[in-house]
């Protein structure tokens, strides 16, 4: 193995160790390698894009937009525990997205009734007095539609093999089967059915204190080694300038253009090329049967960061 080989799997197993978690290695051998028909074919768009590396920014650019709905953010401030365990939600939200991915049929069932139960146990009352559920399926869809809007524009921009129209709308009918699943009420199913859908939800939007916390948390200081900082910082900000122009105020993010056209998509590129570059070592390695450790094929969708079906949301 050359040195650059060492490097590149060195990153690949780090990158896998801290997106998956302990477990896994474990998830993904059950995830990818257990035998039966699955919600999706090979090679469907939701597979071409949750298991791209435009899911690090599409994750992040997700929390950001999902903190906007007052009664979301609320619940994930009091019951996500996403300051005090970021890592290990992370792990179970790359994992979900994987399991409904790429996983069986029964898996992914399991998976969906397993966050439905949490979302039962999950309510309360917002500092302005505003009632939530985590079950109630207009958060549902509110979280359902931030996700898959921000997954699709990111593997849109930095994807390796972005989607022609008719991929978009594959793409959104089949999260909506996921969506559905969890409880969300008619999820869009086509591309502009989803752009109408998030601006319908526009008047209930607004940055509390909960979500200016969250921004600060995700951008700012997140619980990352020193060594980390750089590339995080390019992954975040590819993330804030595909966010809406209109959410940039309420949240306190810069907007400039001109820097986000150029420094900061040339940036954006470059990381995830050089995630997709680490990853794809450790997936060459599980093909040829080689014994891998952390590093082997990714659990599959890789994050939303709390991607995915995290937080701030009130998922996992």
Same mark, same amino acid.
Do not use: K
């Given at each position: ?6 490097v ?9 160790a801290?997106?998956? =978690?302990?477990?896994g290695p474990e998830?993904?051998?059950? $995830?990818h390698?257990?035998p039966?028909?699955?919600?999706f074919?090979?090679?469907?768009a939701i ?6 590396a435009?899911?690090f $920014?599409?994750?992040?650019r997700a929390?950001?937009?999902?903190s ?6 609320a619940?994930?401030?009091?019951h996500?525990?996403y300051?005090?365990?970021p890592? =290990? ?6 994992t ?5 991915t790429?996983?069986t049929?029964?898996?992914?069932a ?11 146990r ?6 302005? =007095? ?6 109630d399926?207009?958060?549902v ?7 898959a809007?921000?997954?699709l ?7 390796a093999?972005?989607l ?8 959104v009918?089949?999260v ?8 969300? $009420?008619?999820?869009?199913?086509t591309?502009?059915e ?8 526009s008047?209930e939007?607004?940055?509390?204190t909960?979500a200016?916390q ?8 997140? %619980?990352?080694?020193w060594?980390?900082?750089?590339p ?5 900000a ?6 809406p ?8 993010l %810069?907007?400039? %253009? ?7 998509r040339?940036?954006g590129?470059? $990381?995830?090329?050089t995630i997709?570059?680490?990853l794809g070592a450790a997936?060459?390695r599980?093909e ?10 990714p659990?599959g =969708?890789?994050p939303?960061?709390?991607v995915t079906?995290?937080?701030?949301n009130?998922?996992g």
């Amino acid at each position: 193995m050359t040195v650059t080989d060492e490097v590149r799997t060195r990153i690949g197993d780090a990158l896998f160790a801290r997106v998956a =978690g302990p477990e896994g290695p474990e998830a993904r051998d059950r $995830i990818h390698g257990t035998p039966g028909p699955r919600w999706f074919p090979e090679g469907s768009a939701i597979q071409r894009v949750h298991g791209d590396a435009s899911m690090f $920014i599409g994750g992040l650019r997700a929390l950001l937009l999902q903190s906007l709905h007052p009664q979301a953010m609320a619940a994930v401030a009091a019951h996500s525990g996403y300051r005090g365990d970021p890592w =290990g939600r992370l792990a179970r939200t790359s994992t979900f997205l994987a399991t409904t991915t790429f996983g069986t049929a029964d898996d992914a069932a399991q998976a969906v009734a397993v966050v439905r139960a949490v979302h039962e146990r999950i309510s309360g009352v917002t500092s302005d =007095g505003l009632p939530y559920a985590a079950s109630d399926p207009h958060l549902v869809r509110w979280v359902h539609v931030a996700e898959a809007h921000s997954f699709l524009a990111a593997h849109q921009r930095y994807g390796a093999e972005p989607l022609d129209a008719a991929g978009c709308d594959e793409y959104v009918a089949q999260v909506a089967v996921v969506g559905r699943a969890l409880g969300a $009420i008619d999820p869009p199913t086509t591309l502009a059915e989803l752009v109408d859908q998030l601006r319908a939800y526009s008047p209930e939007l607004r940055a509390t204190t909960e979500a200016h916390q969250a921004a600060r948390f995700l951008l700012v200081s997140p %619980p990352l080694p020193w060594a980390a900082r750089p590339p995080y910082v390019a992954l975040a900000a590819a993330a804030v300038a595909m966010m809406p122009r209109w959410t940039r105020r309420p949240l306190r993010l %810069p907007y400039l %253009p001109v820097a986000e056209d150029t420094v900061v998509r040339a940036a954006g590129h470059a $990381i995830t090329r050089t995630i997709r570059w680490a990853l794809g070592a450790a997936e060459r390695r599980v093909e040829s049967g080689e014994p891998v450790g952390v590093g082997a094929r990714p659990v599959g =969708g890789v994050p939303s960061g709390e991607v995915t079906r995290g937080g701030p949301n009130a998922h996992g």
